[in-house]
């Protein structure tokens, strides 16, 4: 307790730093397995393909991914954006599959029933779909974003400064309450996030079951994070 109270500054500093690098990738993962999504569920030919590359992004060793994204995306190798876009990579492997399964859930009868008062493919997905299919994203984008918050600690093995520091030195210097201080900050952090994304979900759907499920999630983006 005393190392603890001894470095609250570099705690909180850690803690900002990993909000930082894992925001960005949730909502940049979300965003681009809408697309992938819709293509996955819409079009069964491409269905599996998309689902099957999507599902083998993640993989790949995070240690890999962070060897061969400098040469592609031309970032340096000990850099924050390297360990961005590799947590963007697993967030879009997650979210994809999520979103096609959360589209396949609506309702045909529901879709037939916007085509029969008039809603165009644009307008229909927008109005009609994807608000049914909330719920279901919803509960995809809370496991993707646990496990970001969980795998962003690998940031530390390429010189990213976050609170995996406090597993490396903990376990260098042999303070194993620094390194049970760094497991018990991602927990309140893929926590809080977590609760804030519950709260952000019932107040955008209110039809959504009020059942979180948060230990479930949780520890479903722990073992799949601890996978990667």
Same mark, same amino acid.
Request: hydrophobic residues 60%; positive net charge; contains cysteine.
């Given at each position: 307790?005393?190392?603890?109270?001894?470095?609250?500054?570099?705690?909180?500093?850690?803690?900002?730093?990993?909000?930082?690098?894992?925001?960005?990738?949730? $909502?940049?993962?979300?965003?681009?397995?809408?697309?992938?999504?819709?293509?996955?569920?819409?079009?069964?030919?491409?269905?599996?393909?998309?689902?099957?590359?999507?599902?083998?992004?993640?993989?790949?060793?995070?240690?890999?991914?962070?060897?061969?994204?400098?040469?592609?995306?031309?970032?340096?190798?000990?850099?924050?954006?390297?360990?961005?876009?590799?947590?963007?990579?697993?967030?879009?492997?997650?979210?994809?599959? +999520?979103?096609?399964?959360?589209?396949? +859930?609506?309702?045909?009868?529901?879709?037939?029933?916007?085509?029969?008062?008039?809603?165009?493919?644009?307008?229909?997905?927008?109005?009609?779909?994807?608000?049914?299919?909330?719920? *279901?994203?919803?509960?995809?984008?809370?496991?993707?974003?646990?496990?970001?918050?969980?795998?962003?600690?690998?940031?530390?093995?390429?010189? $990213?400064?976050?609170?995996?520091?406090?597993?490396?030195?903990?376990?260098?210097?042999?303070?194993? $309450?620094?390194?049970?201080?760094?497991?018990?900050? *991602?927990?309140?952090?893929?926590?809080?996030?977590?609760?804030?994304?519950?709260?952000?979900?019932?107040?955008?759907?209110?039809?959504?079951?009020?059942?979180?499920?948060?230990?479930? *999630?949780?520890?479903?983006?722990?073992?799949?994070?601890?996978?990667?």
């Amino acid at each position: 307790m005393t190392w603890v109270l001894d470095n609250l500054e570099l705690i909180a500093g850690l803690t900002l730093d990993h909000l930082r690098q894992c925001l960005l990738p949730i $909502v940049l993962g979300f965003v681009i397995a809408i697309p992938l999504g819709w293509v996955a569920f819409r079009f069964k030919l491409t269905r599996g393909l998309v689902l099957t590359v999507t599902g083998l992004l993640y993989t790949i060793p995070s240690l890999a991914l962070f060897a061969i994204l400098p040469t592609v995306f031309g970032v340096r190798y000990i850099s924050e954006a390297n360990l961005v876009i590799a947590l963007t990579i697993y967030a879009v492997a997650i979210m994809a599959r +999520s979103v096609a399964d959360a589209l396949g +859930s609506v309702d045909p009868a529901v879709r037939q029933a916007a085509v029969a008062v008039g809603y165009g493919p644009w307008r229909r997905f927008w109005g009609v779909e994807f608000p049914l299919a909330g719920p *279901v994203v919803l509960a995809g984008l809370r496991v993707t974003a646990v496990s970001t918050i969980a795998l962003a600690t690998v940031g530390i093995l390429i010189g $990213v400064d976050n609170l995996g520091y406090l597993f490396t030195n903990g376990l260098q210097r042999r303070i194993l $309450v620094e390194v049970f201080t760094g497991v018990v900050a *991602v927990m309140v952090v893929a926590l809080v996030i977590d609760a804030l994304l519950v709260i952000a979900g019932r107040v955008l759907m209110p039809w959504a079951p009020r059942r979180s499920g948060r230990s479930r *999630v949780v520890r479903q983006a722990l073992h799949a994070g601890g996978a990667a």
